[in-house]
């Protein structure tokens, strides 16, 4: 399968002053034998698809097994339980001081993971919704027995001003417009409502490590923009957002991505890129271990920013 690309400015500052910092290919999916470009903005650090497959072909690089269409316990068994336990406490501290009667939307929500999550252990006056472009991933929501909305943020008639908090668990890496969803999203929110967003974290150890090609955090070509601490903040405030705090968290999945794609990549047995997944207990533990002291001291390998609509004054 081929792609046809566009070319991008970067999304935080707007021009065209960057240089390359990585080519790769498709490792996880193999959804095609391109090779894709990754750049550095000159000015802000954002990390960048460019040139990119268009809007209209960036949908073939999910395949009908992307793992957020449907990650359930059948497949990913003791990880699956692990990390629902774990989402759980994130979720939940997230949610602090939320009213009853909170409305909460989870953007990019998938299979309705977290939606199920916050249906189950938040409050239960809560009003919670999910919203995700992918109609495989309305499918895999509806098989939870979740109904969510199918559509951009910025094209489905959302009430203004309706929610308390609005969740982005990595969703803004693969937006083909940052800027104009997170305008949307201050739309949506009540004055003094909350943004969360989770990502890849540009800022950390493992990209300076594997960030010439191997980076778990690309998934070349799916992940369009790419940020540290910095930029992410500098997006959000050109879309209305104050910044309420961004800091870096544990996550194994970008070590175990990067050191299969190593492998993969250098034709190193298949025995062990196989245990190199997000299915295997061990691997993850042992990235748990590496990746835990580094967030530990503010450098770990995803970012959760948490952001505010300013009350009127």
């Excluded at 046809?4 to 290919?25: I, K, M, R, W, Y």
């Excluded at 990067?258 to 890129?273: A, C, E, H, V, Y």
Aim: aromatic share 10%; proline share 4%.
């Amino acid at each position: 399968m081929g792609f046809q690309f566009e070319h991008v400015l970067c999304n935080v500052c707007g021009v065209d002053d960057c240089h390359p910092v990585a080519v790769g290919e498709d490792f996880e999916y193999g959804t095609s034998d391109q090779e894709f470009m990754a750049v550095q903005c000159r000015r802000c650090d954002t990390v960048y698809l460019n040139p990119r497959p268009d809007s209209d072909g960036i949908r073939l690089a999910y395949p009908e097994n992307y793992h957020a269409f449907q990650f359930d316990e059948s497949e990913f068994g003791l990880v699956y339980r692990v990390r629902q336990r774990l989402e759980a406490r994130r979720l939940l501290r997230w949610c602090r001081g939320l009213p009853d009667g909170a409305a909460i939307l989870d953007i990019g929500c998938g299979d309705g993971f977290h939606v199920e999550l916050l249906r189950k252990f938040g409050k239960p006056t809560w009003e919670v919704d999910g919203v995700d472009s992918d109609s495989r991933a309305v499918s895999g929501a509806r098989k939870r027995g979740i109904d969510i909305h199918q559509g951009s943020i910025e094209e489905l008639n959302l009430k203004q001003e309706s929610y308390d908090l609005i969740l982005m668990i990595m969703t803004i890496e693969h937006v083909c417009d940052p800027l104009a969803m997170l305008k949307a999203v201050s739309g949506l929110l009540k004055p003094g409502g909350r943004l969360v967003i989770v990502t890849d974290n540009t800022g950390s150890p493992d990209f300076r490590i594997f960030g010439n090609r191997h980076w778990g955090g690309y998934h070349f070509p799916r992940h369009l923009y790419l940020f540290n601490r910095r930029n992410l903040s500098q997006l959000c405030d050109r879309a209305g957002l104050k910044t309420v705090s961004v800091k870096s968290a544990l996550s194994p999945v970008n070590w175990t991505y990067s050191f299969r794609n190593w492998i993969q990549d250098w034709k190193g047995p298949s025995w062990l890129k196989n245990r190199l997944s997000l299915s295997s207990p061990l691997a993850l533990a042992i990235f748990t271990a590496i990746d835990l002291p580094l967030s530990m001291v503010g450098i770990g390998a995803i970012l959760h920013g948490v952001f505010v609509k300013e009350k009127s004054k």
